[in-house]
């Protein structure tokens, strides 16, 4: 009896009668019930969080940022509402939290008062952190927690590109703003450079006008050291002149007293010879009256008036000098009078004048003293003037290099449009654009679990089938077949069926639920490998265990279920499960899926592949085994302490 012969007699056993033919149908389609329904469930659940419902409060009341209010907590509740990626219901604060409490809300997020402020309070130089307040309840669902988490991640970093772009924004206009003033800066350093190149100028002819004022002041010194000395001597020599003009002044009225009685006697001299004069011409007239009246002969009346005449002649000299003497007389009492009054105004003044003197003598030690002083001021005028010549000329050499190295600085400050600033500001906000290179995708979160859903559904459907099929046929025992034939025809029944089995589920998953295999014929054979592969293994355990093989096989289930990293990496189980996540199978069978799934084909899968291959072998040679033992009837096989 060959090893065909066996699995068909097995395969008639299992069909003989309407009911054990459902059984098996039943049987055929339990992988695809399990993988279908897993991968259908979670074929793309991301698309769905639109029904996600979801409390959104808004206590922001916005702020005033460059003149204008504006309310940020405002637009990001706009524009989460505005995209629908949940089922957004905008209430109040209490409303919110007991929704979250009863199960009406999965979340809340809460954007508080004071978020515009906090947002914006950099630019009043007093930063405070923003805050999006996260209500949520694990009893409603953690992966709806787990989304919230991830809901409130987008806005933050929305909020955070959108307001770093303006931040960004500001900084470039900012910094436009000061690559002008750096030229302008520039210019002035250019001015400032000419006009310390003027003050230099300016300063050396400074230092020179101070080295000439040096000179004259040490002259004014000297002269005011000899006027000093004059004024000394002056003073000493008009000690006594008050008191000697006193006396002058004294003696000089005396003078014009007597001048003044000399001058009355001269007067009434005077008169007396005019009063004669007058007598001697009105002599003359009567004598001539006379002569007039006698028989004289008129040449001696003229002889007679010429004796007269000549007879007074010397009084009217004497008359002449008497009236010059009197006149000299008045002048001179007139001078002596002036005399005796200038006497007096200096017998006045001269005290004056004394002390005018002793005052003009201290001005001039204090001229001296002062043009001593000025003679130092004008030689350290005249040295400050040379440091002041040095220090503008460096001034301007400074100024110079400043102006040169703010052209070179503006120069290095870009100067762009201001499009291109809106460009920088938007990059500088969102630096990162993450350029997804997929060498293998999945395309949906169902696509990526079918993997592990469909090495699973292999293994519940290979364990299912031996609630029918018997591991080792009993006849092929007992007429003492090989125990290889044997062994292969008990594995060659439910294979068939495995086959079967994996056809109907790669037809659900690719035509059923649109996830076409990147390569098809490989991922039905790989499929149909790693059935046939679970069915060995599980008829290994039915045949050297029995009923607790069966038992055994939904613990090896169980285990795989954990270690064969289906949705999450396998390096995140618990390290002590790593040994069992390399030995396992299904791991092997996952990883293969992946990769002829999503079109990752290489050198992964053949080594999977081989993996698989030899767990087959193994499986089927420790069948071999069981089988060449169980030839043996012992008591224990006769009546079973365990029938499942």
């Known amino acids: 009896m060959s090893a065909l012969r066996i699995a068909l007699t097995e395969l008639r056993r299992i069909t003989a009668g309407r009911l054990p033919r459902i059984a098996v149908l039943a049987l055929m389609i339990v992988p695809t019930l399990y993988g279908g329904l897993y991968v259908y469930a979670n074929h793309d659940p991301y698309a769905a969080t639109d029904r996600v419902p979801a409390a959104l409060v808004v206590e922001d009341s916005g702020a005033v940022v460059d003149g204008d209010r504006t309310n940020v907590g405002r637009r990001v509740a706009d524009d989460l509402q505005e995209k629908a990626n949940l089922d957004w219901h905008r209430v109040s604060a209490t409303t919110a939290e007991q929704g979250v409490r009863d199960g009406r809300y999965d979340f809340a997020l809460t954007i ?5 402020t906090a947002l914006t309070s950099p630019q009043r130089q007093r930063p405070q952190q923003a805050q999006l307040r996260l209500t949520t309840n694990d009893a409603n669902s953690y992966l709806a927690s787990t989304i919230a988490t991830n809901v409130s991640g987008q806005v933050r970093d929305a909020v955070a590109r959108r307001l770093g772009a303006q931040a960004a924004g500001r900084f470039m206009l900012s910094l436009s703003q000061v690559r002008a003033g750096l030229v302008d800066a520039a210019e002035g350093a250019g001015r400032l450079a000419d006009g310390a190149r003027s003050a230099h100028d300016g300063a050396a002819q400074l230092a020179s006008g101070a080295t000439r004022v040096d000179a004259g002041a040490e002259q004014l010194a000297a002269a005011s050291s000899r006027l000093a000395d004059g004024l000394s001597s002056l003073d000493s020599r008009t000690r006594d002149l008050p008191e000697q003009s006193r006396r002058l002044a004294e003696g000089a009225r005396q003078v014009a007293d007597g001048d003044a009685a000399v001058e009355a006697s001269g007067r009434h001299v005077a008169a007396a010879a005019q009063l004669a004069a007058q007598r001697y011409t009105e002599g003359r007239a009567q004598l001539q009256q006379a002569l007039a009246a006698t028989d004289l002969p008129a ?6 008036l010429d004796r007269y005449d000549a007879a007074g002649a010397p009084l009217d000299r004497a008359l002449g000098d008497v009236q010059q003497s009197s006149g000299r007389l008045d002048a001179l009492a007139a001078g002596v009078e002036r005399v005796a009054d200038g006497t007096k105004r200096l017998a006045d003044n001269a005290s004056a004048l004394s002390s005018g003197i002793t005052s003009a003598r201290r001005g001039a030690d204090q001229l001296t003293a002062g043009s001593r002083q000025l003679t130092d001021g004008t030689r350290r005028l005249s040295d400050g003037a040379g440091e002041l010549s040095g220090g503008t000329r460096r001034l301007a050499d400074g100024a110079s290099q400043l102006g040169t190295r703010l052209k070179d600085g503006a120069a290095r400050i870009p100067d762009p449009s201001a499009s291109t600033r809106d460009r ?23 696509a990526g679990l079918a993997p592990f859903f469909m090495a699973l559904a292999a293994w519940i459907g290979a364990y299912v089938l031996f609630l029918l099929v018997r591991p080792l046929s009993d006849r092929a025992l007992a007429s003492n077949q090989a125990p290889l034939r044997v062994a292969v025809g008990g594995w060659l029944t439910p294979a068939l069926v495995g086959v079967v089995q994996m056809g109907a589920l790669l037809a659900t998953i690719a035509i059923g639920l649109g996830i076409e295999p990147a390569h098809a014929a ?6 149909v490998l790693v059935s046939v592969t679970f069915v060995a293994i599980v008829q290994t355990l039915n045949a050297w265990f029995g009923a607790v093989g069966q038992f055994l096989g939904l613990v090896l289930l169980v285990t795989q279920l954990v270690t064969a990293g289906g949705t999450f990496p396998w390096q995140t189980i618990p390290e002590p499960l790593h040994g069992l996540h390399h030995v396992l199978p299904m791991s092997y069978a996952v990883d293969g899926l992946r990769q002829l799934l999503y079109g990752g084909l290489g050198s992964l899968v053949t080594r999977d592949a081989l993996v698989l291959a030899a767990c087959l072998v193994g499986a089927l040679a420790l069948s071999t085994v069981a089988a060449r033992r169980r030839r043996v009837w012992t008591p224990a096989r006769i009546r079973p302490e365990l029938v499942l």
């Open 299 to 304: 040449d001696q009346q003229q002889s007679l």
């Open 112 to 116: 508080p008062r004071g978020f515009t």
């Open 424 to 446: 920088i500001a938007s990059t500088i906000g969102d630096p990162v654009r993450v350029a997804s290179t997929s060498q293998a995708s999945a395309g949906t979160y169902g």
């Open 522 to 527: 490989l991922t039905c054979g790989f499929l």
